[in-house]
Structures are given as C-alpha cells and as structure tokens.
C-alpha cells in the first residue's frame, strides 16, 4: 500500500525537503503542498490523504486550528504537527485536539519517515525528547494554564489573537455570537488575563502563536 501524504507549510524551502525525503520512499507519494492551512484543508478534502504534515505556525488559520476542523469534519486524514518548538506544554493541547503525530522540523529523515508509517496505521508517534518531556511532566505535575481550556476555547482564543470580530469567529464556527462571547469570558477567566493582548503574549511564550501575530498583527 502506498501512503498518500499531504505537505501543508508555508515555507517552500521546507516542503520541499520533506517531498524529497519521502519521494525517495517507495511505499510513499506525496500527493499535494498548501502554503496555508485554509488551502491545506481544501487539498484534504480534494485528495483525501492518508497523512499531512502540518506546521503550527502559519499565516491566517493555525495548524492547531486545521487540526480541530479535520477531526470535526471526520476526514479520514490523520495528522502529524510540526514546529520548531520542543515544548511538552504545546505537544499535550495539539494531541488532544486531535493530531496524532508530533515531530520538530529539526528531525532526523528516518524519524520522520517513521512518524509517517506508524501514524498511516492509526498509531501516535511522538519525538523522543517530546515523549521523554511528557511523561516527566506527567510525574511532577507540571503542565500549563492552557490545558485548563477546552479544544474549542483553545481555538477561540487563536482566532481572537489573529484579531478577529466576534461576528466573524461566531461564522467561522457556527455559533451564535453570544456563545462566542460567553467562550471569550471563560477563557480569559480560567487563563487569569484581561484582555487579548495579554492573552497574546501568553499564547507567544507557550508556543502557541509565534512572535509574527499578536493581537491580530502579523
């Protein structure tokens, strides 16, 4: 059988290190490239892979965001995140909302073809140093204030930081702009901030959003 693979990053130079890796696989084809997520999701949905890469950090809609959409929308895709940030506090949000693999992009090409075969079976691949960091978090307690949120708060909050309306977000996700509202609350409250722009330099130092989108400035 061989695995169809979906590249979704917005940087060209790292898409194409990933196609030639894999293209050099035979059991693998790389069957599409987005440069953003709202184009990867199309390419899901076009092509209906059997894995994607996808980054965290791009333009517009995030890779935690994506993540969320393509469990929801029940694609038969499965997800492998990228960053550049070993980070156990990101890792343990991402895996909840759906991603089944977690590699940095500093990984070696036979983990990352690994990653790949193990996560086509259904099978959670984690970065040793990322597996090593949760379970020792999982020892000391340690963990971060946004596992306190819901996937859907979680993603709220993204769109919030990007500098979205209510109206817009409560489009976005089919609800009414009330229970939008009522998200924002219960967010800032559980994350003990008042207003998005500290909620934006929370989500930057956790690894969440990066230095390029604060507040809804890229």
């Known amino acids: ?11 060209e130079l790292v898409r194409t290190g990933f196609r030639m890796i894999l293209q050099q696989q035979s059991d693998m084809a790389v069957v599409g490239e987005a440069s953003t997520a709202e184009d990867g999701l199309r390419l899901l ?7 994607a890469l996808v980054d965290v950090h791009m333009p517009g809609m995030s890779g935690v965001e994506m993540t969320e959409r393509v469990v929801r929308a029940k694609l038969p895709t499965r997800i492998v995140v990228l960053t550049v940030v070993e980070d156990v506090r990101f890792p343990r949000r991402l ?6 693999g977690y590699l940095t992009k500093g990984c070696s090409s036979d983990e ?6 193990q996560v086509a079976l259904g099978k959670r691949y984690l ?8 379970a020792l978090a ?8 946004f596992d306190a949120l819901s996937s859907r708060e ?14 817009a977000i409560a489009q976005h996700l089919s609800l009414s702009p009330k229970t939008v509202s009522t ?12 207003h998005v722009i500290s909620l934006a330099h929370l989500m930057t130092a956790h690894g969440i959003t990066d230095a390029r989108v604060q507040a809804g400035v890229e």
Do not use: F, W
């Open 127 to 134: 970065a040793p140093g990322v597996a090593q960091q949760l």
């Open 112 to 117: 990352l073809v690994a990653a790949v075969r």
């Open 138 to 145: 999982t020892l000391d307690g340690e963990g971060s204030p």
């Open 95 to 100: 895996l909840e909302v759906g991603a089944l």
């Open 183 to 194: 998200y924002k609350q219960r967010l800032l409250d559980k994350l003990k901030v008042d």
């Open 154 to 167: 979680l993603e709220v909050a993204m769109m919030l930081v990007r500098g979205l309306p209510l109206t």
């Open 1 to 11: 059988m061989v695995i169809k693979v979906v590249l979704v990053d917005d940087h």
């Open 45 to 51: 949905r076009a092509e209906r892979p059997d894995v």
